[in-house]
């Protein structure tokens, strides 16, 4: 049962962190060491103790070393929740990585609004339990027909979006990824049910995460823990299992969470601080180490790796990596733009003009947060480095009014840091260089 515990207590436990001036050469030889499952960044953080937030003197530098960028953020980065994980990727020279991970004011005391970031465990997790029921003739690509479960908790028969109409896991993971679409996510949520998502978290060693309820949908915390029936049919409209309406008996601790001066309900200004208590929870470690996991299954613990076949990697880092003008079903206007979903490096707009660039990632925006995890590679220049980054652009402490500085604060955060870093990895020195071709895929229309 997935149960939040206080956050002192809980990440306090759960992150004890060794980054001290002068050990990043004892990170890099653990990294080399061979024992792959002791190079992410939750083992590293529980190697030893120190206080949060955490922060090691190479982003630091780096970030003051650009004042035109950072300059404001980085004097006061806890008025602005900056959180950054930067990991460097080292090959051998039989292509196995290491690697030599880097933090800046991380502290997962600090809550920050995870938005759409939720979707990509969501994701995986539908793939994976996809594989675990071993239904014969049930896969990704099945037609998923929901039932309503409520007058909110609504039905779909068809998705006029996919080629051939049909809803299909496999279809959403699309659409969450090229899109972030919100209603492809909830209909994966419905597929899962709060409890398997929540559990499946926990034992995998994400204790800290917290997935309660659906996106932007406005349905009650007693509604989020019902999940509407789902069908699957094959080619014969013939039904191969069916997953019945659930309703989730997880109990949660309480969690107090308020943050800001004021909030509007009913375009009424309430003059106090915003209750995230009951909001979903995905600290940024987590969040990285799940793209790690992914990205490089092997290089995490055995617990932490989703159980996914090669297929399903082969259709998420496809989809992870694709833009919006790529896809023919779904069929995207102008109005996404080939940086639409890409907040590191791009700034979430504009064209990708550079083809040899590629950025598996997902990103997340609402209530003034704006965060990204992703691996970005340049096939062309043999760079490759993972990047999470969460920031908070909300300079008047007033959620639900619409105006957040995600324009002046939030994107030019994003799309600088992406540029520094990669900059600064086009000039870093490695002895083996990366083969890069897992990664890289023709996107046809």
């Known amino acids: 049962m997935a149960v939040d515990r206080h956050l002192q207590f809980c990440w306090l436990m759960k992150f004890k962190v060794v980054l001290l001036a002068g050990i ?46 950072f300059g404001q953020i980085s004097k006061t980065p806890e008025a602005f929740n900056v959180q950054i994980i930067y990991t460097q990727i080292n090959r051998d020279k039989t292509n196995r990585p290491s690697f030599d991970h880097h933090f800046y004011n991380l502290n997962p005391n600090q809550y920050f609004y995870p938005a759409s970031t939720v979707k990509m465990p969501i994701a ?18 099945t037609t998923m027909i929901t039932e309503a479960a409520g007058e909110k908790l609504t039905a779909v028969v068809n998705d006029p979006s996919a080629a051939d109409g049909r809803p299909t896991i496999a279809h959403y993971i699309k659409k969450i990824f090229l899109a972030s679409d919100n209603d492809a996510s909830n209909r994966l949520y419905e597929f899962l049910g709060q409890e398997y998502i929540n559990n499946t978290l926990q034992n995998m060693g994400y204790d800290s995460v917290q997935i309660l309820h659906r996106l932007s949908l406005p349905v009650s915390e007693e509604e989020n823990r019902i999940s509407n029936a789902v069908n699957f049919y094959d080619d014969d409209s013939q039904l191969i299992y069916r997953k ?7 109990l949660f601790h309480e969690r107090r969470t308020s943050l800001g001066t004021g909030y509007y309900s009913a375009d009424q200004l309430v003059q106090r601080p915003f209750d995230f208590s009951r909001k979903n929870r995905l600290p940024l470690a987590d969040l990285h180490n799940m793209l790690t996991a992914v990205i490089f299954p092997e290089a995490v613990e055995e617990k932490q790796r989703f159980t996914l076949t090669p297929n399903d990697y082969d259709f998420l ?21 080939d940086a639409y979903v890409k907040f590191l490096l791009f700034g979430g707009g504009g064209a990708i003009e550079n083809k040899n660039l590629r950025i598996f990632n997902k990103v997340g925006d609402a209530y003034g947060f704006l965060t990204d995890a992703a691996y970005i590679v ?21 959620f639900n009014d619409d105006k957040y500085d995600y324009d002046a604060v939030g994107f030019p955060f994003m799309k600088n840091l992406g540029k520094v870093i990669y900059d600064y990895e086009l000039k870093r020195k490695k002895i083996f260089q990366p083969d890069l071709s897992r990664f890289k895929f023709q996107y046809n229309q």
């Open 244 to 250: 019945p309406v659930q309703k989730s008996n997880l």
């Open 317 to 337: 880092y496809r989809h992870m990596s694709m833009m919006p003008k790529e896809s023919a079903h779904p069929q995207y206007d102008s109005s996404y733009s």
């Open 24 to 69: 990043a050469g004892w990170f890099l030889q653990m990294a080399c060491s061979g024992a792959r499952t002791s190079t992410t960044v939750s083992s590293i953080l529980k190697a030893g103790s120190t206080k949060m937030p955490v922060t090691d003197s190479f982003v630091s530098n780096l970030l003051h070393s650009h004042p035109q960028y």
């Open 378 to 398: 340049d096939f062309a220049n043999g760079v490759e480095f993972l990047l999470s980054a969460t920031i908070y652009c909300n300079s008047d402490g007033i």
């Open 124 to 141: 995986f997790l539908a793939l994976q339990k996809i594989n675990e029921l071993k239904v014969a003739g049930l896969s990704s690509n």
